[in-house]
């Protein structure tokens, strides 16, 4: 099952990034504007169609992919999008790719590797009572609007994309959590029982809304603020949720040392990939 979890989400971010840079070449073909005519110009290009094919290959991939592995496992995979999406932009936007970039690259895939392997993440459970979804719903949608509002204009680009930019990560850890309720739902009882489930509608109205935010993010201030917060963030609070809500484990103790060390690892390759990428905001969303 475990091996199934890391195949699907590893194809989903695969998948996503395929989406994202296809999405993002169509675009770059199109006369600048907005509305009907963008949509209709747009449809009418084979890269908008493979992007969007891509998108929703992603969201089929996250869904299987939670159905047969823990949250904490799954969800801190699709940081993968990153340097997939900028190896598959770079032959696409004809754009080079310098040896930095190459070394931030491998940083994120050691760092993630370094953290999975020493947290092992492991759990099977896919529901919980609402006695433990009430606190995690309280806090994740508390902690996003307590974001918003501390990124109020007037503060500074840096900080109001960084804030942003986590409450978009925690809006992404809280629709995965909700998606895999949902999808356990589908496996276990049937369409009727999916759509009828309440998890189904919050992971639909949290994705808007996690979405919304990182558009607001990237608009905000400099990617070198927003991505780090929303690619460690997310990682983050996903494991956290899958632990308190799910009843997941991950190794601790001595454990903690490869565990944060990893994390820097990829925190760096973050932090570098924005610096030496210029245009990877455009690549990767």
């Known amino acids: 099952m475990t091996v199934l979890a890391v195949l699907f989400a590893v194809l989903g971010a695969a998948s996503n990034a395929v989406g994202t840079a296809f ?35 992603a969201a089929v991939f996250q869904a299987l992919a939670l159905i047969n592995g823990p949250l904490a496992l799954v969800q801190p995979l699709f940081i993968l ?40 993440p492991s759990g ?4 919980a009572p609402m006695t433990r979804w009430t606190p995690v719903l309280l806090l994740c949608l508390g902690t996003m609007a307590a974001a918003v509002l501390l990124a109020r204009p007037g503060r500074s680009p840096l900080f109001r994309a960084a804030a942003l930019g986590a409450a978009a990560a925690v809006g992404n850890a809280l629709t995965a959590a909700l ?18 489930t309440w998890q189904t509608y919050g992971f639909a109205v949290t ?5 919304l935010l990182l558009e607001n993010a990237l608009q905000a201030g400099p990617l070198v603020a927003s991505q780090p917060a929303l690619t460690v963030g997310d990682a983050t609070v996903s494991l956290l949720i899958g632990v308190t809500l799910f ?39």
């Open 23 to 57: 999405q993002r070449k169509a675009a770059s073909t199109v006369p600048h504007g907005g509305g009907l005519g963008l949509l209709r110009a747009l449809v009418r290009r084979p890269a908008w169609t493979i992007g969007i094919a891509g998108v929703v290959g």
């Open 179 to 196: 998606m895999k309720s949902a999808t356990g739902r589908l496996a276990d009882d049937g369409l009727p029982a999916f759509l009828t």
């Open 247 to 285: 009843d997941e484990h991950i190794r601790t103790g001595w454990w903690l040392v490869p565990e944060t060390a990893g994390v820097l690892v990829l925190l760096w390759g973050v932090l570098r990939l924005t610096r030496v990428v210029p245009a990877l905001g455009d690549v990767v969303h």
């Open 207 to 211: 994705g808007v809304c996690a979405l």
């Open 81 to 120: 999008e990153l340097p997939f999406a900028l190896l598959i932009a770079v032959p696409l936007m004809h754009r080079p790719l310098s040896a930095q970039a190459w070394w931030a690259v491998g940083a994120i895939l050691a760092g993630l590797a370094l953290v999975l392997l020493a947290t092992a």
């Open 124 to 127: 099977v459970h896919q529901q």
